[in-house]
């Protein structure tokens, strides 16, 4: 067991330090481009001693290291500074935006899995039937169109010809649940349909590989029907893949979503850090890109914790 | 009147389908029109080599065909229910209640994720509707049965925390979970050390007899068969070659075929004059010690023999015992960490990338398993070429000359072969293209690592006999790694026994398997089955005694 925690703990150590290097790169990233922030919140109405003055306000005459640390130390205190343009808090400003774009996240997750992992089980059991054809060509043709083509298509057929639910999704922090279900439902939609063929696909992959396995035999020799060959005695020793292939998708859904949420006016942190890059408001470009980052890292790390505990040669040593 | 068979198998037909649409009949018979009757408590010993249909039958016998095959025509009726036609819900029913299967990896064949015991509960629990803790108690009672060490606590492990014998003897617990009524045992002792087979052995055999339970026992091997079956069915070709009960059998096989199965073990290299003492040999091991990982413990701790030039060393010992890993030692595919390696005398280098390429030239490798060993994309004579360009760095007309020439030394026709890919060759074959391959370098000293294990008796019968004939014809020196004593009589001028990564008897054929002086060589032996239907008995009794 202490072997086990070992792992574990190695595994998230390791997470950590890569989200460090991880912060040094986008703090480095920003470092490097031209001119710095005093200018840019100055633009035009810069004057040598208007620059040297707010640098000297913003602490941007001590070396960088030193800003580095300082900013990183705010941040493990829940504070990301302030924004460049508007000097609100960073952190209240992400906080709604990153809400929304979990709960997005979460919804398509919610729509995505169930239906990816069915669709790769059907796939598996009805392999090379029209099933699976059919199965494979839809969700490929999803994921092989631009992600913007899928959210129009959507908006074409959902909002402008049946009328069945809004193009927009303008959520608030005051929108009932039940309206920010309706809004959401289109985004979540488009991005279950780029999701689910990489999930689906992975699922059906590993269970065609277990169900030629001595033991999946073994069980149907027993007696086993086919949903119990399946439930019971495949998919529990397909755990590993699957989950690590959800997880890289859910990562992506909140990291890569920033089309998604343009299209649908959706107010989440892709559409922040849209609006950001064009304002020239590095530090919240700054704080958006370490957030994405601390996504895939978390649910990777998520990931591989699963798959060590799926694991019973790793969970239960030989004791011979 | 006497009872109505268990197991009725009328005109079967089992074929390998083109396609689901497609008419049965027209598929590749696998079975071809088997007959075959087993009353209650009977057991029927069901033999032939790879590809006779042995498997296809015995779960053929539960109404199960693999993907991709079908039943085409005749019945299956146990126990008055016609399997072949019977809904899907109707054949899983009797699936462990009435009858089980034992399969011949335990260790694949348990599922890894779930404990021993909830693997042999999930039947009686799901289909008997028994209570969960009374099945456990009853599975510490059969697992006590089956004489595995432990049987309280054995049930609480994963398949991954249990020796191959005990799985397989788990297994077969497993199978008696809900008292069946006929087990199916498709090769249960094949994967096994013989050692550990013996006990295997005993336990299925006993608890077969104990429960009255009727058996179909599928094997390869002869001798095992004659220990465990009351009348035996000899099959090739999916087809009924002979049916006797098993003294009869033993005693006068009355077709031809079965008489060649029998004959296998007869064949021996002739004898070579033993070198003098003061003779160099050819390739000496002297105290090498070996481990995988720089960390990991010795596989291997202070080996040493000796070849000698034109001769054959056989190597014997159970898995784990550290003959394979000897022979890498010796290639230099793992480097020794201590001792030597001398060849004519002259040290080695432990790595082989450190070693001349006349020093490599010299020591040539032919693997267990030809199927993997050769590039299933390159032609045959391609394969063979690849030494011959690297080596004697023949090329053109001479090369394909030199191509054809070694084809022909081993018995496959250049012109036929030549263009060919290994994947259209049969395993004996392959493993001749094999030996093709090593002696395109014109080596000194050719390394046969379980060379004829993969492969059915008469075949390897064939390869042993190409080997002899080789060494005759080119002088060249063969250590010879196997776990199969018959293949040492057969082919060995000196043998080595070796046991947990140590040498532990080692001298001239004769003296070491006819005269052993070390325990563990007797007990190897003995292990080896004979036919002789009271041989397991005999072995046993012995071994009881010595306790």
Known sequence: ?320 | MSQPPLLEIRDLVIEASAGKRTAPGSGKALIDGINLTLKRGEVLGLIGESGAGKSTLGLGAMGFTRDGCRFAGGSVTFDGTELTSARPAVRRGLRSTRIAYVAQSAAASFNPAYKLIRQYAEFPVLAQGRSRREVEADAVTTYRQMKLPNPEEIGFRYPHQVSGGQLQRAMTAMAMACRPDLIIFDEPTTALDVTTQIEVLGAIRDAVRDFGTAALYITHDLAVVSQMADRIMVLRHGKLVEEAATETMLADPQEEYTRSLWAVRAFEAPAKPVPAEDVQPLVSLRKVTASYGRIGPDVLRAVSFDLHAGRTLAVVGESGSGKTTAARCAMGLLPRSGGDVLLDGVSLPPDYRKRSKAQLQQVQIIYQMADTALNPKQKIGDIIARPLKFYTGLRGRKLTARVRELMTAIDLDPDVYYHRRPGELSGGQKQRIGIARALAAEPRVVICDEVTSALDQLVAEGILRLLARLQQELGISYLFITHDIATVRAIADDVVVMQHGQVVEAGPKAQVLDNPQQDYTKSLLASVPEMDAGWLDRVLTERVAAR
């Open chain 1, 1 to 320: 067991m202490s072997a086990v925690l070992n792992m574990i703990l190695q595994r998230v150590f390791l997470g950590l330090l890569t989200l460090l290097v991880v912060s040094a790169l986008v703090f480095v990233s920003v470092e490097f481009l031209p001119g710095d922030v005093a200018e840019q919140i100055l633009g035009q109405s810069a004057t040598p001693e208007t620059l040297a003055a707010l640098r000297e306000q913003l602490g941007l005459n001590t070396p960088p290291v030193q800003r580095y640390l300082a900013w990183l130390g705010g941040i493990l205190q829940g504070d990301f500074g302030r924004s460049v343009i508007n000097q609100r808090e960073i952190t209240a400003i992400l906080a709604d935006r990153l809400g929304n774009t979990l709960f997005l996240a979460a919804m398509a997750t919610l729509i995505a899995v169930p239906l990816a992992v069915g669709l790769g089980i059907l796939a598996a059991l009805k392999r090379n039937t029209w099933i699976d054809r059919w199965i494979n060509i839809g969700t490929l043709t999803a994921i092989s169109f631009p992600e913007f083509f899928v959210a129009y298509g959507l908006i074409y057929v959902f909002s402008a010809k049946l009328g069945w639910l809004p193009s927009i999704s303008v959520v608030g922090s005051d929108t009932a649940l039940s309206d920010r279900l309706v809004l959401t439902l289109l985004p979540a939609l488009t991005l279950t349909l780029i999701v689910t063929a990489h999930m689906m696909r992975m699922t059906r992959a590993s269970l065609i590989n277990l169900l030629a396995l001595p033991y999946v035999e073994m069980a149907r020799l027993k007696g086993a029907a086919q949903r119990r060959v399946v439930v019971v005695h495949a998919l529990p020793n397909a755990v590993a893949p699957i989950v690590n292939v959800i997880a890289l998708n859910i990562a992506y859904m909140i990291a890569g979503v920033v089309i998604v949420e343009v299209v649908f006016v959706y107010p989440g942190l892709g559409q922040l850090l849209v609006d950001s890059v064009s304002k020239r408001d590095v530090t919240v470009v700054q704080a958006a890109c370490l957030i994405f980052a601390s996504a895939f890292i978390l649910f990777n790390l998520v990931a591989d914790v699963i798959s060590i505990l799926s694991n019973p040669r790793l969970l239960h040593r030989s004791t011979k």
